[in-house]
């Protein structure tokens, strides 16, 4: 069963139930996220690193990084990461001519070479903005990372690393992460 059948299975089963129950199977689907799925436990770690390093969380900064170690993440894929949330923080709201420089520069970076794959770059990016709550980021990373291959399996399993760090806030994210699997492609190519 791939991970969006099992989203909208949570989904489902959520309608027939109240708001406690809602989260306890978010809660399920998120500890399971983290140790199966399409992502691999070392990119997730990434992921989740992004999320902790754009939340300012000393404790998780180093929770998440000692674990990526552990799985042998290299120091310049640690770095990366960095760069990434201080990319999407620099990155001004949508529209304008400020936006659309900072989306240039953007696609830019993430073409360019580096340790971490330009899919895992956008799944690191996309978990940062479901945190941040920003849609303009939501939509740009998602799209991106379809357009690098990355399936849509593999992008709604961001979803659940999200609720982990971030809980019902990064839960009122999930209709604009659909709207953005059903946009028209970017066209970004590597």
């Not at 983290?34 to 997730?44: A, E, F, S, V």
């Not at 999407?88 to 420089?101: I, N, Q, T, Y």
């Not at 970076?109 to 690191?124: A, F, K, S, T, W």
Request: hydrophobic share 40%; aromatic share 6%; net charge negative.
């Amino acid at each position: 069963m791939s991970s969006i059948d099992t989203f909208k299975q949570s989904l489902t089963r959520a309608r027939e139930y109240g708001l406690e129950e809602f989260l306890e199977i978010i809660s399920e689907m998120s500890q399971v996220s983290t140790r199966k799925g399409i992502i691999d436990r070392k990119n997730k770690e990434l992921i989740t690193l992004g999320m902790a390093l754009t939340k300012q969380c000393r404790r998780c900064i180093d929770i998440h990084t000692k674990e990526a170690i552990r799985l042998h993440v290299m120091p310049g894929e640690l770095t990366q990461v960095r760069k990434i949330a201080l990319f999407l923080k620099a990155s001004p709201r949508e529209g304008g001519e400020m936006w659309d420089s900072w989306e240039d520069s953007w696609r830019e970076y993430v073409l360019g070479r580096g340790p971490i794959q330009h899919h895992v770059r956008e799944l690191i990016a996309l978990g940062i903005a479901l945190v941040e709550q920003r849609r303009d980021h939501i939509h740009l990373h998602a799209r991106a990372a379809l357009d690098f291959g990355a399936p849509p399996e593999e992008i709604f399993e961001v979803m659940p690393i999200a609720l982990l760090m971030d809980g019902a806030p990064a839960l009122s994210q999930i209709p604009h992460l659909v709207d953005a699997l059903d946009g028209p492609p970017l066209a970004m190519s590597a």
